[in-house]
């Protein structure tokens, strides 16, 4: 399937970027809520940006693709755990498996990591789990090239486990920025960390912050 070029970016404009986007209420079509299991996506994000990400299903972006143009989105995610836990997750280093997210976000070094548990027990057996802020890159990642469009969902929260098998739910609230095809690895981490902070800041809104309560994330 062919898609249209992305923009070319070789250096992050993060001076004059906005750290809140969007109004102080979801508009049309958000909220866009999808869920699905967690699969295998590229396998390459956490070694080339450390950046843990969970991969939705394509019947997931099937359902809600007429709705979402490709980009970077923010909302709220939750994992609902269907899997036992292998011997290595209880590993020292984050074992959330990285999934080459072009649009994802590093939380090292974002004011949400100071806040973000070392421990699995956010991760619930059953509902409610815990809900927390979310950046979804939809589309093709055009630094890398990818010939098959993904949603890749970076949840702002340190686990020590992967979730693969494992239910995952989002709400969608809103719209970051296009997909950019970068021209260098640092210039894409540069946006990816202005990302989080974009999302962070963007939900502390009441209209937004609302939604970590939604429906969904009390389904069994």
Same mark, same amino acid.
């Given at each position: 399937m062919t898609t249209d070029a992305a923009p070319v970016k070789a250096v992050?404009?993060?001076?004059?970027?906005?750290?809140?986007?969007?109004g102080p209420t979801p508009e049309s079509p958000f909220p866009i809520k999808m869920s699905g299991?967690?699969?295998?996506?590229?396998?390459?994000?956490?070694?080339?940006?450390? /950046?843990?990400?969970?991969?939705?299903?394509?019947?997931?972006i099937a359902a809600q693709e007429q709705h979402m143009k490709t980009g970077i989105y923010?909302?709220?995610?939750?994992?609902?755990?269907?899997?036992k836990p292998d011997s290595s997750s209880s590993s020292s280093e984050p074992a959330a498996e990285a999934e080459g997210a072009e649009g994802a976000v590093?939380?090292?070094?974002?004011?949400?990591?100071?806040?973000?548990?070392?421990?699995t027990s956010s991760l619930a057996t059953h509902c409610p789990a815990t809900v927390y802020p979310m950046v979804m890159s939809l589309g093709w990642n055009p630094y890398y090239k990818n010939e098959k469009k993904s949603a890749e969902v970076h949840i702002m929260h340190k686990f020590h486990?992967?979730?693969?098998?494992?239910?995952?739910?989002?709400?969608?609230?809103?719209? /970051?920025?296009?997909?950019?095809?970068?021209?260098?690895?640092?210039?894409?981490?540069?946006?990816?960390?202005?990302?989080?902070?974009?999302?962070?800041?963007?939900?502390?809104?009441?209209?937004?912050?609302?939604?970590k309560d939604d429906p969904l994330f009390t389904q069994p």
């Open positions: 992050s404009s993060s001076s004059i970027r906005p750290r809140i986007v969007d299991t967690v699969i295998k996506g590229f396998g390459r994000g956490s070694k080339d940006l450390g /950046i843990p990400t969970a991969n939705l299903p394509e019947e997931a923010y909302g709220w995610a939750q994992v609902v755990v269907k899997t590093a939380d090292e070094s974002s004011s949400v990591a100071e806040s973000a548990s070392t421990s486990r992967d979730f693969y098998g494992d239910d995952l739910r989002v709400v969608v609230l809103g719209y /970051i920025r296009p997909e950019f095809d970068y021209t260098t690895l640092e210039a894409l981490i540069e946006d990816i960390n202005i990302d989080i902070d974009v999302a962070h800041q963007s939900l502390k809104r009441p209209d937004y912050a609302a939604f």
